[in-house]
Protein backbone atom coordinates (compact mmCIF):
# COMPACT_ATOMS: atom_id res chain seq x y z
CA UNK A 1 0.00 0.00 0.00
CA UNK A 2 2.80 2.61 0.72
CA UNK A 3 4.61 1.39 -2.20
CA UNK A 4 1.16 2.27 -4.63
CA UNK A 5 0.66 5.61 -2.64
CA UNK A 6 4.41 6.64 -3.19
CA UNK A 7 4.28 5.69 -7.02
CA UNK A 8 0.43 7.66 -7.19
CA UNK A 9 2.26 10.79 -5.43
CA UNK A 10 5.31 10.76 -8.03
CA UNK A 11 2.95 10.89 -11.29
CA UNK A 12 1.06 13.52 -9.70
CA UNK A 13 4.50 15.46 -9.15
CA UNK A 14 6.08 14.60 -12.35
CA UNK A 15 3.10 15.28 -13.88
CA UNK A 16 1.92 18.98 -11.91
CA UNK A 17 5.86 19.91 -12.42
CA UNK A 18 5.99 19.50 -16.92
CA UNK A 19 2.43 20.71 -16.89
CA UNK A 20 2.92 23.68 -14.79
CA UNK A 21 3.20 25.96 -17.48
CA UNK A 22 1.08 24.37 -20.40
CA UNK A 23 -1.51 26.76 -21.49
CA UNK A 24 -4.99 26.16 -21.79
CA UNK A 25 -8.31 27.30 -20.74
CA UNK A 26 -8.75 27.65 -17.20
CA UNK A 27 -11.92 26.20 -16.16
CA UNK A 28 -12.14 27.15 -12.26
CA UNK A 29 -14.75 29.48 -12.57
CA UNK A 30 -16.81 27.18 -14.90
CA UNK A 31 -19.56 24.16 -13.87
CA UNK A 32 -18.38 21.19 -15.74
CA UNK A 33 -19.16 17.20 -16.06
CA UNK A 34 -16.59 15.14 -16.56
CA UNK A 35 -15.87 10.89 -16.54
CA UNK A 36 -13.70 9.03 -15.51
CA UNK A 37 -12.03 5.34 -15.29
CA UNK A 38 -8.61 4.23 -13.10
CA UNK A 39 -8.26 1.28 -10.76
CA UNK A 40 -7.94 0.76 -6.79
CA UNK A 41 -5.27 -0.38 -4.84
CA UNK A 42 -7.44 -1.71 -1.59
CA UNK A 43 -6.75 -3.39 1.55
CA UNK A 44 -8.90 -3.62 5.16
CA UNK A 45 -7.30 -1.71 8.26
CA UNK A 46 -8.31 -2.06 11.90
CA UNK A 47 -9.17 -5.65 11.66
CA UNK A 48 -10.32 -8.08 14.12
CA UNK A 49 -9.86 -12.01 13.61
CA UNK A 50 -8.09 -14.85 14.84
CA UNK A 51 -4.62 -15.04 12.95
CA UNK A 52 -5.84 -12.84 9.88
CA UNK A 53 -3.58 -11.47 7.47
CA UNK A 54 -4.66 -9.28 4.29
CA UNK A 55 -3.11 -8.51 1.40
CA UNK A 56 -4.21 -5.49 -1.01
CA UNK A 57 -5.71 -6.29 -4.20
CA UNK A 58 -6.32 -4.50 -7.32
CA UNK A 59 -9.91 -3.53 -8.46
CA UNK A 60 -11.75 -1.60 -11.09
CA UNK A 61 -12.98 1.99 -10.59
CA UNK A 62 -15.30 4.11 -13.10
CA UNK A 63 -17.93 7.17 -12.92
CA UNK A 64 -18.30 10.77 -13.37
CA UNK A 65 -17.46 14.17 -11.63
CA UNK A 66 -19.14 17.80 -11.42
CA UNK A 67 -17.31 20.46 -10.87
CA UNK A 68 -19.56 23.43 -9.26
CA UNK A 69 -17.41 26.69 -9.08
CA UNK A 70 -18.03 28.71 -5.78
CA UNK A 71 -16.03 31.37 -6.97
CA UNK A 72 -11.95 31.12 -8.69
CA UNK A 73 -10.45 29.50 -5.62
CA UNK A 74 -12.87 26.97 -4.16
CA UNK A 75 -16.11 25.02 -5.11
CA UNK A 76 -17.64 21.30 -4.42
CA UNK A 77 -17.56 18.20 -6.52
CA UNK A 78 -19.82 15.37 -5.94
CA UNK A 79 -18.86 12.42 -7.79
CA UNK A 80 -20.83 8.74 -8.05
CA UNK A 81 -18.27 6.09 -8.82
CA UNK A 82 -18.64 2.00 -9.16
CA UNK A 83 -16.12 1.01 -6.97
CA UNK A 84 -14.15 -2.25 -6.65
CA UNK A 85 -12.44 -3.12 -3.12
CA UNK A 86 -11.71 -5.86 -1.46
CA UNK A 87 -8.56 -7.88 -0.30
CA UNK A 88 -6.73 -11.42 -0.08
CA UNK A 89 -6.35 -13.13 3.03
CA UNK A 90 -5.26 -16.19 5.23
CA UNK A 91 -6.05 -16.85 8.66
CA UNK A 92 -8.32 -19.64 10.73
CA UNK A 93 -11.63 -20.05 11.50
CA UNK A 94 -13.49 -22.91 13.42
CA UNK A 95 -10.10 -23.69 14.48
CA UNK A 96 -8.77 -24.38 10.45
CA UNK A 97 -6.81 -22.35 8.20
CA UNK A 98 -8.01 -20.68 5.12
CA UNK A 99 -6.86 -18.56 2.12
CA UNK A 100 -9.32 -16.92 0.42
CA UNK A 101 -9.61 -13.21 -1.61
CA UNK A 102 -12.98 -11.31 -1.30
CA UNK A 103 -13.65 -8.44 -3.90
CA UNK A 104 -16.33 -6.07 -3.05
CA UNK A 105 -18.36 -3.89 -5.40
CA UNK A 106 -19.67 -0.38 -4.27
CA UNK A 107 -21.31 2.50 -5.67
CA UNK A 108 -19.26 5.20 -4.15
CA UNK A 109 -20.66 8.81 -3.81
CA UNK A 110 -18.20 11.27 -2.61
CA UNK A 111 -19.10 14.71 -1.46
CA UNK A 112 -15.68 16.93 -1.79
CA UNK A 113 -14.63 20.47 -1.12
CA UNK A 114 -12.25 21.38 -3.89
CA UNK A 115 -9.50 23.84 -3.53
CA UNK A 116 -7.71 25.44 -6.77
CA UNK A 117 -5.00 27.42 -5.79
CA UNK A 118 -4.13 27.25 -9.62
CA UNK A 119 -5.73 26.09 -12.55
CA UNK A 120 -3.64 23.05 -13.11
CA UNK A 121 -4.37 21.93 -9.40
CA UNK A 122 -7.22 21.12 -7.74
CA UNK A 123 -6.96 19.58 -3.99
CA UNK A 124 -10.19 17.89 -2.53
CA UNK A 125 -11.94 16.30 0.40
CA UNK A 126 -14.84 15.31 2.25
CA UNK A 127 -16.76 12.52 3.21
CA UNK A 128 -18.23 9.50 1.04
CA UNK A 129 -21.40 7.54 0.75
CA UNK A 130 -20.68 3.96 0.35
CA UNK A 131 -22.96 1.35 -0.85
CA UNK A 132 -22.52 -2.42 -1.12
CA UNK A 133 -24.51 -3.75 -4.43
CA UNK A 134 -22.16 -7.06 -4.95
CA UNK A 135 -19.74 -9.38 -2.77
CA UNK A 136 -17.64 -12.16 -4.49
CA UNK A 137 -15.66 -14.70 -2.00
CA UNK A 138 -13.14 -17.32 -3.87
CA UNK A 139 -11.36 -19.64 -1.59
CA UNK A 140 -7.73 -20.46 -3.04
CA UNK A 141 -7.07 -23.91 -0.79
CA UNK A 142 -8.43 -27.31 -0.06
CA UNK A 143 -8.35 -27.43 3.45
CA UNK A 144 -11.21 -25.19 3.21
CA UNK A 145 -14.54 -26.72 4.72
CA UNK A 146 -18.17 -26.22 4.01
CA UNK A 147 -18.55 -24.47 7.50
CA UNK A 148 -16.32 -22.05 6.92
CA UNK A 149 -17.72 -21.19 3.22
CA UNK A 150 -20.86 -20.81 5.18
CA UNK A 151 -19.63 -18.92 7.65
CA UNK A 152 -18.36 -16.34 5.24
CA UNK A 153 -21.83 -16.57 3.01
CA UNK A 154 -23.83 -15.87 6.11
CA UNK A 155 -22.54 -13.02 7.08
CA UNK A 156 -23.77 -10.01 8.32
CA UNK A 157 -21.78 -7.47 6.02
CA UNK A 158 -22.59 -3.91 6.51
CA UNK A 159 -24.60 -2.57 3.61
CA UNK A 160 -24.34 1.24 4.04
CA UNK A 161 -20.88 2.89 4.94
CA UNK A 162 -19.42 6.41 5.53
CA UNK A 163 -15.98 6.90 4.52
CA UNK A 164 -13.87 9.56 4.44
CA UNK A 165 -11.58 10.33 1.35
CA UNK A 166 -8.98 12.98 -0.43
CA UNK A 167 -6.85 13.91 -3.03
CA UNK A 168 -5.72 15.84 -5.71
CA UNK A 169 -6.41 15.92 -9.21
CA UNK A 170 -4.02 17.49 -11.98
CA UNK A 171 -5.79 19.53 -14.75
CA UNK A 172 -4.20 19.43 -18.11
CA UNK A 173 -6.66 21.30 -20.39
CA UNK A 174 -9.36 18.80 -20.31
CA UNK A 175 -7.95 15.73 -18.99
CA UNK A 176 -7.72 14.96 -15.36
CA UNK A 177 -5.23 12.72 -13.73
CA UNK A 178 -6.58 11.58 -10.39
CA UNK A 179 -5.49 10.18 -7.08
CA UNK A 180 -7.14 9.34 -3.95
CA UNK A 181 -6.89 7.83 -0.63
CA UNK A 182 -10.27 6.51 1.53
CA UNK A 183 -10.56 4.61 3.95
CA UNK A 184 -14.00 3.44 5.81
CA UNK A 185 -15.35 5.28 9.24
CA UNK A 186 -17.33 1.83 10.32
CA UNK A 187 -16.30 -1.65 10.74
CA UNK A 188 -18.38 -4.08 7.34
CA UNK A 189 -19.87 -5.99 10.05
CA UNK A 190 -23.74 -5.12 10.55
CA UNK A 191 -25.15 -6.21 13.79
CA UNK A 192 -21.29 -6.84 15.63
CA UNK A 193 -22.39 -10.55 15.62
CA UNK A 194 -19.91 -12.01 12.97
CA UNK A 195 -17.66 -14.87 13.77
CA UNK A 196 -15.26 -13.81 10.69
CA UNK A 197 -12.66 -10.88 10.05
CA UNK A 198 -14.31 -7.54 11.13
CA UNK A 199 -11.99 -5.11 9.18
CA UNK A 200 -12.98 -1.29 7.49
CA UNK A 201 -11.73 -0.83 3.71
CA UNK A 202 -8.80 1.62 2.72
CA UNK A 203 -7.61 1.98 -0.60
CA UNK A 204 -5.63 4.05 -3.06
CA UNK A 205 -7.09 5.28 -6.74
CA UNK A 206 -5.71 6.63 -9.42
CA UNK A 207 -8.19 7.84 -12.28
CA UNK A 208 -7.85 9.31 -16.29
CA UNK A 209 -10.52 11.51 -16.87
CA UNK A 210 -12.27 14.21 -19.38
CA UNK A 211 -14.24 17.01 -18.71
CA UNK A 212 -16.55 18.73 -21.06
Not at 68 to 73: D, K, M, N, T, W
Request: aromatic share 10%; proline share 3%; charged share 15%.
Amino acid sequence: MKKTLVIIASIAFFANTSNAQSEGKDYRNELTLGLKAGVNSSNVYDSQGEQFNADAKLGLAVGAFVAIPLGELIGVQPEILLSQKGFQATGVILGSPYSFTRTTTYIDVPLLFAIKPVSFITIVAGPQFSYLVKQKDVFGTSTTNVLQEQEFENDDVRKNTMCATLGADINIKQLVIGTRVGWDLFKNNGDGTTTTPRYKNVWVQATLGIRF
